[in-house]
């Protein structure tokens, strides 16, 4: 049996789609706390809020 690899998957925070299968994503640090946020290139096109699931910090 081969060992699993287990692989960081950054979902998007507004619409929780991969978002490494998406074009100009984002990685970032919640202004407010620090924890990680991803944002998918779909959801800053269209500039839809982004909730940070620590803190509940929401901007845009
Ligand atoms: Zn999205
Ligand atoms: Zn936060």
Same mark, same amino acid.
């Given at each position: 049996? $081969?060992? $699993?690899?287990?692989?960081?998957? &950054? @979902? ?7 978002? $490494? %299968? %998406? ?5 970032? &640090?919640?202004? &407010? ?11 800053? !096109?269209? !500039? ?8 509940? @910090?929401?901007?845009?």
């Amino acid at each position: 049996m $081969a060992e $699993a690899v287990v692989e960081e998957k &950054n @979902f998007c925070s507004s619409c929780d789609r991969d978002i $490494a %299968i %998406i074009t100009d994503s984002v990685l970032f &640090n919640c202004p &407010n706390c620090g924890s990680k946020i991803s944002r998918c290139g779909n959801c800053r !096109g269209r !500039g839809v809020t982004y909730t940070c699931r620590v803190c509940g @910090f929401v901007g845009p």
